[in-house]
């Protein structure tokens, strides 16, 4: 069926189930104040997806309504949105699986990655966490900070090197650190297997799977048009069994999709055939590297703790998607304000000049956690970088059953009412913001727009609600369903910066540019491209020399 016919056909049947579900639910949130809409069909969705800066669309609402306000979806549905610190302990930390995820919000993922653990809910979901757990639990990832120091070394190598016949290097920072981090990942994948993606030597050029990965985000979903608006937001009414038929349209994005799918399933399968059968010796049995637990799984009798083969490579998948990108992304954004920040980036290198001195004093060779755990600005920088950059920049909720919203930051109803708490019927969405609540001036202090890492001096947690897994920070989202990965990505992100910054000098490039944060709309990700250049892909271009 040619695509408009089956596009109109969803629409149709979309429109249908929603009537049909609008005559049955009178119960609304429409006491709630919030931003006029001038669209019934697209609500304010196709205006979020098309900002130049991420964001600036709930920075604004947030001064004019406060920390909760309404916004309105496609098809005239009623959304809540808030960056209330309560609002969001409540929905993403305190409710268990009674706020699921959002079926548009998942299905993307899915019809990218199949069913990992970031695309299934409920039980499947706690099955997939339970298998998964033992390979980030800190004890193992402490094993992890050699290899991120191996890693970080082949970079600033490769840096030398390049830097030996030019003397400066003005380059495309995001682009190294993202194959840093896939070279990261692809080891800790196959550390008993000796996978590598190899990203570092081979450059882009190299590995189909790098190029495959390149601006995935971007290309998947960096302002869509409003037919692909409206599409995607038919699929919340849809049945799941024709929402996979999706990834057969012959419109881009969807082939790119699934020749990504495809290719990485291919390596899987073939990953899984080599290697599959040496994770029954001795050594492997007792590794707590991912694949030897994924392959593991698979073996299991008990359902409870058993893969089968396409959730086992849909996991892979997933672990490369969600873990390096974001973590490359971070770094970049972290690399690009020290380069505007000269004076803190000479007190960071300061700082690490001298632990490494005294690293050095006492006979020893590489950094430990605790070495890197004591450099103070570093973390304070990394912490900063994550509360203005979250990478993912909040996350569609949906309420599972009828429930009462508790509100810190009380707001003015329609009416005039104060209130202190919205009663929300099942099936409520609701959209978190992570970036609006990292900006909220009675948290962090007046100056909320500004990268200043010494506020991290005196932030006093306890006049904070406590929110997420880390440093009140919900960049790594929070509860049952919080970042796997945070603190695996905290010391590779420690280990990286100290190697980087100890060695080389980041300033802005040459020619002059303005770096714009761009929105991956349906995902939530945000990416740093120049201004003017969005379609080019993500970039940060900075100069690099070596430090004095
Ligand atoms: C700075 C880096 C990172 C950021 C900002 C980040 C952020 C997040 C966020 C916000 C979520 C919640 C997503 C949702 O609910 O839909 C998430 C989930 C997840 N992250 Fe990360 N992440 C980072 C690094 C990593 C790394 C390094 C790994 C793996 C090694 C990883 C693996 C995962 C997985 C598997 C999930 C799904 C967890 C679940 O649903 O149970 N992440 N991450
Ligand atoms: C989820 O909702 C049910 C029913 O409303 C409630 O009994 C339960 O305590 C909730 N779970 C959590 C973790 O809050
Ligand atoms: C997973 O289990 C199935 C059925 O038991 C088996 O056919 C398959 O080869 C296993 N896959 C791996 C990767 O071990």
């Known amino acids: 069926m040619p695509t408009p016919y089956l596009s109109a056909a969803f629409v149709a049947l979309a429109l249908l189930v929603f009537v049909v579900r609008r005559i049955f639910d009178g119960r609304t949130v429409k006491h709630i104040r919030g931003p006029p809409s001038s669209s019934f069909l697209f609500g304010h969705d196709f205006e979020y997806a098309s900002q130049e800066e991420a964001c600036s669309l709930e920075f604004k609402w947030m001064s004019q309504y406060g920390a909760t306000w309404r916004t309105r979806g496609a098809f005239g549905k009623d959304y809540l949105m808030t960056v209330d610190p309560k609002a969001t302990q409540h929905i993403m930390q305190k409710s268990g699986y009674n706020y699921t995820k959002k079926t548009t919000f998942i299905h993307s993922a899915w019809l990218l990655a199949g069913p990992g653990i970031v695309n299934v809910l409920g039980t499947d979901h706690q099955r997939h966490r339970k298998i998964m757990n033992p390979a980030f639990s800190a004890a193992h990832l402490r094993t992890f900070l ?74 998947l979903d960096y302002h869509p048009n409003k037919a692909a608006v409206l599409f995607r937001a038919t699929w919340d009414y849809i049945p799941v069994s024709i929402l996979k038929l999706i990834k057969y349209l012959p419109v881009e994005p969807w082939p790119r999709v699934r020749s990504l799918n495809n290719l990485f399933r291919a390596y899987g399968r073939q990953i899984l055939r080599e290697q599959g059968s040496e994770v029954d010796t001795e050594k492997k049995v007792a590794s707590k590297d991912i694949l030897s637990i994924l392959i593991k799984a698979n ?70 956690i605790e070495d890197l755990d004591s450099l103070t600005l570093t973390m304070n920088a990394i912490k900063e970088t994550l509360r203005l950059h979250p990478i993912l920049v909040g996350l569609p909720r949906v309420a599972e059953k009828d429930d009462v919203i508790p509100l810190s930051r009380p707001i003015t109803s329609t009416t005039g009412e104060v209130i202190t708490e919205i009663p929300v019927r099942r099936g409520q969405v609701i959209h978190v913001s992570f970036a609006g609540y990292q900006r909220l001036p009675e948290v962090w202090g007046e100056d909320v727009h500004t990268w200043n890492p010494d506020r991290w001096f005196n932030i006093e947690s306890g006049r904070q609600t406590n929110v997420g897994v880390f440093a009140n920070l919900m960049s790594f989202a929070a509860g049952v369903r919080a970042c796997i990965g945070w603190r695996f990505s905290l010391i590779e992100m420690q280990a990286l910066t100290a ?50």
């Open 146 to 219: 050699p290899l991120f120091q191996r890693i970080a070394s082949k970079l600033s190598d490769k840096w030398k090197g390049e830097l030996m016949a030019t003397g400066e290097l003005d380059t495309l920072l995001n682009r190294w650190l993202s194959r840093a981090t896939l070279d990261i990942i692809g080891e800790d994948l196959s550390a008993a297997f000796n996978y590598d993606y190899n990203a570092l030597d081979g450059g882009a050029e190299r590995s189909a799977l790098l190029k495959g990965y390149e601006d995935i985000f971007k290309d």
């Open 299 to 368: 073996a299991s009798e008990d359902p409870k703790t058993r893969l089968d083969d396409d959730e086992i490579i849909a996991e892979m998948f997933t672990l490369t998607l969600a873990g390096h990108e974001t973590t490359s992304s971070t770094l970049t954004f972290l690399f690009y304000e020290l380069s505007k920040n000269q004076k803190y980036q000479a007190r960071m290198r300061e700082e690490i000049r001298a632990l490494r001195a005294r690293v050095t004093a006492r006979g020893g060779n590489d950094f430990t």
């Open 499 to 548: 190697e980087l910054v100890e060695n080389f000098q980041f300033d802005p490039p040459a020619e002059k540019v303005e770096i714009q944060r761009a929105l991956s709309g349906v995902i939530f990700a945000m990416f740093p491209v120049v201004k003017g250049k969005a379609e080019e892909g993500g970039a940060m271009p900075l100069k690099i020399s070596l430090a004095q």
